[in-house]
């Protein structure tokens, strides 16, 4: 006989791991007893070697779904004569670092329960169990424990409390069980409050509504929801017009996989992936005659496209019958709602009608949002279902906080060999989203009792997440934006070596106080330096010319020309400014007002979408380069554009990629009538081109790929093709997103290295 006690460490709480211990433990005739704790999973066990052994060896290959043990150890403990094996209380002491878990979408054992008439969860919306359902919306604090999240409100019956106490039952310490009987209901309320129906009726009700063309606000699992019937065209065109949101994609929540996969093209990784756990928006391609109206993604040949991820969501997507526009419940750039009243005043003249509920949700947790690239996921926005699981990082201890960039924020955690990422937070441009971000912090810091050592931020010292960190009164580390964006990809991959790093995104405030967006960093495996970047061109206007992509067409011509631009009369871009706007833009580029000088390259694909009449003021970010992508993606030619590569003596023979000449010829291709879908590819080609050249130049044979540019799936893929085939180690983004929502990770990465 012999006795041991285990400590495991991973996301091993809320998933049904303590009553999988139980029952190996009796499989294997083991006494003893389990137990959370603030940082994992604590047992001793004790009996005859060979059984221990063969727990020891079952443990780690047989754990429920959605648990990862990351650390397991254990010593051999005095034996205690234990007459039976026991589940204890959680015990809450020491630092917490125990991993919280992200929402879970249904499973298919709660789901057919819902459908179920002879089950008495028939048609609940908060059906769930240890393999599904809520957790990081309604945790408070650890250990993962009902009276620790926003179901301590709901006591419950008996049936319910059997359940959770049973440990052969799939709900043993499910924190969020609940069924009709003494769980959380719903209503439907019209837009003054007053309510319609509850329960099931609330649910037949809203579905009837959507079907005559109604726009309800859905309160789901991490915020509300925008629904309307994404068939309905003149109704998905007056939610925009509600919403002030004119162009931008809408996503479309379907009812069941089938229904997807009649509307879209799916590959096998995309379908895996919309009916994952984590149930994320998807990027898919429409296909041609998809029943979905053309005001859901205009001028876009793809759509986001996402699975119901609760049973609310299945039972209103099942008595719909049909696909519905499922946009953040938000006016355009606030945070998403997610308290009833807030709704009722947020949304007021947006919803005429709104479907609430009474489990209060503690943050906000927006969908994640992914697209397949070289068939690899692919983040675009990292939140439910993915966060906050933590990312490792060798060396790195507790308590450093990562405040983020600007747009779409997000904040970190250090904890000791790893970061927690937040969910996405979004913009920081108002008050609702700043007190999001600050909430946020706090949320964390009580999740894991952290007291802080020091917060890092980016070097703007006009960003908003800059400016709190400076309220902080404790030491503070300031990261150059672009470094942070090579680092955050570094940090996924658990590379520490020298490598050379594109990063290529909107604006960056640099070192020499430029503004920064075409970069080519080295890090030499301790420090990182700018060895190359695109030309500079003025930003007449500065921030107006991120709204307006003619301005930095503008920019690149006024180069071009030493500031005359009469030769350029002819062209699509300076025929859309009045004689006047172009006296003044012209006027400010040359006395040097209010026109930074940038080397960005999304200000440079901005400039050659306006070029070419594609796109000369956007409603949303990222709309002119896209329209580049889509209209490149007509052509599949493999020509490109000339340019130059000089070394620029004045900044430590850095390289400087010239865009003259590729603008020059794309303005002789419109003078020719070339189809802008040529121009479009061509120059696509042009930009893949450079970044093989300037790596060989450079020498490094790891590439890493980062930045928003990089969310354009044309142009990674084919620079992680033709990197591979000139022998280059291409590396791209896998776990946090290319754009901003990364870029806290890169800072923990850097702040952990000094």
Not at 53 to 71: A, Q, S
Not at 122 to 146: K, Q, V, W
Not at 191 to 206: L, V
Not at 321 to 350: M, V, Y
Request: glycine share 6%.
């Amino acid at each position: 006989m012999k006795s041991i006690r285990i400590n495991i460490l991973g996301s091993v709480q809320g998933v049904g791991f303590r009553p999988f211990v139980y029952r190996l433990a009796h499989e294997c005739s083991l006494n003893g007893w389990v137990q959370n704790t603030s940082q994992g999973v604590d047992l001793e066990l004790e009996g005859a070697w060979d059984q221990l052994e063969l727990f020891l060896c079952r443990i780690t290959k047989e754990v429920p779904p959605h648990c990862v043990i990351t650390h397991l150890t254990h010593v051999a403990i005095p034996i205690k004569s234990s007459k039976s094996f026991e589940i204890l209380p959680s015990k809450s002491m020491g630092e917490q670092t125990a991993v919280v878990l992200p929402d879970i979408a249904t499973c298919p054992q709660c789901l057919k329960e819902v459908f179920d008439q002879s089950d008495h969860r028939y048609l609940y919306p908060f059906t769930n169990c240890t393999h599904c359902g809520p957790r990081y919306s309604i945790i408070e604090a650890l250990p993962y424990d009902r009276t620790n999240t926003s179901m301590k409100h709901f006591s419950m019956c008996l049936t319910c409390q059997r359940e959770y106490d049973d440990p052969l039952n799939r709900r043993f310490h499910a924190q969020p069980n609940a069924c009709p009987n003494c769980g959380p209901w719903v209503e439907l309320q019209d837009d003054q409050g007053k309510m319609i129906a509850n329960h099931q009726q609330a649910m037949e009700k809203t579905a009837a509504l959507l079907k005559q063309g109604a726009i309800v606000a859905v309160k789901g699992l991490g915020g509300f929801h925008l629904m309307v019937d994404a068939c309905n065209e003149e109704k998905v065109r007056i939610l925009r017009n509600r919403k002030n949101r004119p162009h931008k994609p809408l996503a479309v929540m379907f009812p069941s996989i089938e229904a997807v996969e009649s509307n879209c093209v799916v590959t096998p990784l995309e379908r895996a992936l919309l009916v994952s756990f984590q149930a994320p928006i998807v990027l898919l391609r429409k296909k041609e005659g998809a029943s979905l109206a053309l005001s859901v993604a205009p001028a876009n040949p793809y759509v986001g496209a996402l699975l119901p991820c609760m049973p609310l969501q299945h039972i209103l997507l099942s008595l719909f019958n049909g696909p519905l526009i499922a946009t953040s419940g938000n006016i355009s750039d606030e945070p998403i709602c997610i308290d009833n009243q807030e709704a009722f005043t947020r949304l007021f003249g947006i919803a005429d009608y709104f479907l609430v509920h009474n489990r209060p949700i503690v943050r906000q947790v927006d969908d994640s949002f992914l697209q397949e690239v070289a068939n690899q996921p692919y983040f675009l926005r990292r939140s439910r279902g993915f966060a906050p699981v933590p990312v490792t990082i060798k060396g790195s201890s507790g308590g450093t906080l990562a405040v983020g960039a600007h747009q779409k924020n997000t904040v970190a955690l250090s904890l000791e060999q790893g970061a927690v990422i937040s969910q996405h937070i979004g913009d920081l441009d108002t008050s609702e989203s700043i007190n999001v971000f600050k909430r946020t912090i706090n949320s964390l810091r009580q999740i894991y009792s952290s007291p802080l050592k020091r917060v890092v931020c980016d070097m703007h010292p006009e960003y908003n997440s800059s400016r709190y960190a400076g309220e902080l009164e404790i030491p503070t580390v300031l990261v150059q934006h672009h470094y942070a964006h090579v680092a955050s990809c570094m940090a996924e991959h658990g590379i520490e070596d020298s490598l050379l790093g594109v990063c290529w995104d909107g604006t960056g405030y640099g070192q020499d106080n430029t503004i920064w967006g075409g970069e080519f960093i080295k890090f030499d495996g301790n420090n990182f330096s700018r060895v190359g970047h695109l030309r500079l061109f003025p930003l007449p206007g500065g921030e107006v010319a991120v709204r307006e992509p003619r301005r930095s067409a503008l920019g690149l011509l006024y180069m071009l020309s030493d500031g005359n631009l009469e030769p350029f009369a002819d062209l699509d871009c300076i025929k859309s400014f009045s004689k006047n706007e172009l006296e003044i833009v012209t006027r400010m580029m040359s006395q040097k007002i209010n026109s930074p000088m940038t080397s960005s390259m999304g200000r440079f694909f901005d400039g050659v979408s306006s070029l070419i009449g594609l796109c000369h003021n956007t409603t949303f970010e990222g709309q002119a380069a896209m329209a580049l992508e889509f209209e490149s993606g007509k052509n599949v030619l493999q020509e490109s554009y000339s340019y130059d590569i000089i070394s620029h003596l004045n900044e430590s023979n850095n390289l400087v990629v010239d865009w003259q000449n590729i603008v020059l010829a794309i303005i002789e291709d419109i003078r020719n009538s070339v189809k802008t879908s040529i121009i479009a590819a061509k120059f696509h080609r042009t930009l893949v081109k450079i970044i093989v050249d300037v790596a060989q130049r450079i020498g490094e044979r790891q590439v890493v790929l980062t930045g928003g540019c990089f969310q354009n799936k044309l142009l990674v893929e084919s620079a992680i093709l033709s990197l591979g085939e000139k022998n280059f180690v291409p590396v791209w983004h896998q776990r946090v997103p290319t754009n901003d929502g990364g870029i806290a990770l890169g800072q923990i990465w850097i702040a952990s290295r000094r």
